[in-house]
């Protein structure tokens, strides 16, 4: 028993080290891999364009889209869906998990509002607005970064942590959405 006590108590301190192992592996891979597409012209066009279509939702409007969005997930029908993952900004973040060799498993950009402008792959829901890859960096300001923790992802079964940043009109600097990238966790290490 006292070996077990031990054996967890040195894996409890080594926790932070991992951690932030990975943290310096996820802002290596951001300034490396991603900065230089973040801001691409296409990405920063459909946000803006969708911003004008959604600055004037309340809450409850934002709410049911994202019911509707959690409804229709997997039925391989949904306008709503297919909205989101079949414009340019969307061919071309595939094209970026594509040249990645595996290293990104999902890509999505968010308007002001948190809702998905355009996504690799179907996510979950469309309104990312309530949690922090959205929370930490839109409304934080232009040049926030926020790194999630390393988790199962349910839909590939593999480990993954996700970068998230904030996405700025290039002429006023203002931020106007953000992007989330889910990077394979072993490929950070």
Request: proline fraction near 1%; glycine fraction near 8%.
């Amino acid at each position: 028993m006292r070996t077990l006590m031990v054996s967890s108590f040195f894996a409890l301190i080594a926790l932070p080290a991992v951690a932030t192992d990975y943290q310096v592996a996820m802002d290596n891979y951001l300034e490396t891999n991603i900065r230089s597409w973040a801001q691409n012209p296409v990405l920063v066009e459909a946000i803006s364009s969708q911003n004008q279509e959604t600055n004037g939702l309340g809450q409850a409007d934002v709410d049911a889209l994202d019911t509707q969005w959690r409804a229709e997930v997997g039925t391989g029908g949904s306008a709503l869906i297919n909205d989101v993952l079949n414009n340019d900004a969307a061919e071309f973040l595939r094209a970026q998990v594509e040249a990645s060799g595996g290293r990104i498993t999902e890509v999505f950009i968010m308007d002001a509002q948190g809702l998905n402008v355009a996504a690799s792959s179907a996510t979950s829901d469309m309104w990312q607005g309530d949690e922090a890859k959205f929370q930490m960096t839109y409304s934080v300001g232009s040049d926030a970064v926020h790194f999630g923790e390393v988790e199962l992802d349910e839909s590939s079964r593999r480990y993954q942590a996700q970068i998230s940043l904030t996405i700025v009109d290039a002429e006023t600097g203002a931020a106007i959405g953000a992007m989330t990238v889910g990077v394979d966790a072993d490929s950070l290490m």
